[in-house]
């Protein structure tokens, strides 16, 4: 099985920028495509990006696209968000998943295998 691990977050100012990781041990880095997710206090966890194992391929939420880019490196077992001009609504806890698939319009992380996830925190 694969463990996960999210690092990268912390508390910014709103208009600031950060970049998560996620790193991926326990056998081959997946061959599939990778997401990210948040869960905010009360509220459910939500798809937020997701890039194809050759990274030719990227998938965004309304609510992010344009301001966050997601990249992989398959060598480093690697994962990244990189989070430009962050507002208050961004905050949450942030997850990977090694294995993203659509589901009509919805996206899901199918991989059971969840990490501790990362605090992003976000002040106005």
């Known amino acids: 099985q694969v463990q996960l691990v999210e690092s990268g977050g912390g508390l910014v100012q709103a208009g600031g920028s950060l970049r998560l990781s996620c790193t991926a041990s326990?056998?081959?880095?997946?061959?599939?495509?990778m997401g990210w997710f948040r869960q905010a206090p009360g509220k459910e966890r939500e798809f937020v990006a997701a890039?194809?194992?050759?990274?030719?391929?990227?998938y965004y939420s309304d609510s992010v696209k344009g301001r966050f880019t997601i990249s992989r490196d398959n060598a480093k077992n690697t994962l990244y968000l990189q989070m430009n001009s962050l507002k208050p609504e961004d905050t949450a806890v942030y997850y990977c998943?090694?294995?993203?698939?659509?589901?009509?319009?919805?996206?899901?992380?199918?991989?059971?295998?969840w990490g501790q996830g990362t605090q992003v925190t976000v002040s106005s």
């Open positions: 998943n090694a294995d993203v698939r659509l589901y009509g319009s919805n996206w899901r992380g199918t991989n059971p295998h």
């Open positions: 326990g056998r081959t880095f997946s061959s599939g495509t």
């Open positions: 890039i194809s194992w050759s990274g030719g391929r990227t």
